[in-house]
């Protein structure tokens, strides 16, 4: 099936641990995406690849490290948990210089005990 | 300042009825308009993408307009099925050509049978 898969599908662990989620899409689209949706449901942008090169970075805490091997993959490193990390992570993708019409991964849960 | 607002944040109609479903951002200068939907515990799944040009996009039973000047889309679903219950939402890129997505916070929709 074309679609961007993410790995784990929940994730639970205790503060100052650090821990990856991994993104993969497999529709040939050069830009990728993670966004974060917090408790209240609001999603919000992290950041932004297009061909490996960072393009978008919000006001992220630098212990978010985003890391993209090649244009399919986006992966998400998160040092020393804190329980503010506490949401769903989403992946996107989606063809630059087109309409940009952005597909979403089926989200990571992460929680931070 | 990119803002997006959706209102009403829930809605629960019988099976069968015609419904309108608002967004309304504050910056008119974008290229496009993007609708998903969120079912629980999954990932965004798009809907319909209306280009700045367009005035409406269908799909099905879907239809989305837009009216930049005012900083308006809605979303029409025909004959609501139980379905189409889910949270709705609608986004759009920051603006300059930006692929960042601003989203408005999901109106959740409850078909009753």
């Known amino acids: 099936d074309t679609a961007v898969s993410q790995t784990p599908k929940y994730l639970v662990t205790q503060m100052g641990n650090d821990k990856s989620i991994k993104c993969e899409q497999n529709l040939g689209h050069d830009t990728m995406y993670w966004y974060k949706q917090d408790s209240k449901k609001f999603l919000k942008i992290m950041f932004s690849?297009?061909?490996?090169?960072?393009?978008i970075n919000e006001t992220v805490p630098n212990r978010f490290s985003p890391k993209s091997p090649d244009k399919a993959h986006l992966n998400l490193h998160i040092n020393s948990l804190e329980l503010g990390d506490s949401a769903v992570y989403f992946c996107?993708?989606?063809?630059?210089?087109?309409?940009?019409?952005?597909?979403f991964g089926p989200g990571t849960r992460l929680t931070v005990l | 300042k990119q803002e997006v607002t959706q209102i009403p944040a829930a809605l629960s109609v019988p099976e069968g009825e015609n419904l309108v479903l608002n967004c309304s951002f504050t910056?008119?200068?974008?290229?496009?308009l993007q609708w998903f939907r969120q079912d629980p515990g999954k990932g965004l799944t798009s809907l319909l993408l209306?280009?700045?040009?367009?005035r409406e996009q269908t799909s099905g039973r879907l239809n989305a307009s837009l009216d930049k000047s005012s900083g308006r889309s809605t979303l029409y679903i025909a004959a609501s099925q139980p379905g189409d219950s889910a949270t709705y939402l609608c986004a759009v890129p920051l603006g300059g050509g930006s692929e960042k997505l601003v989203f408005g916070k999901g109106m959740k929709l409850t078909v009753n049978p």
């Open positions: 910056d008119s200068a974008i290229y496009n």
């Open positions: 690849y297009n061909n490996k090169e960072l393009i």
């Open positions: 996107a993708s989606s063809a630059r210089g087109t309409d940009n019409e952005q597909f």
């Open positions: 209306i280009q700045s040009s367009q």
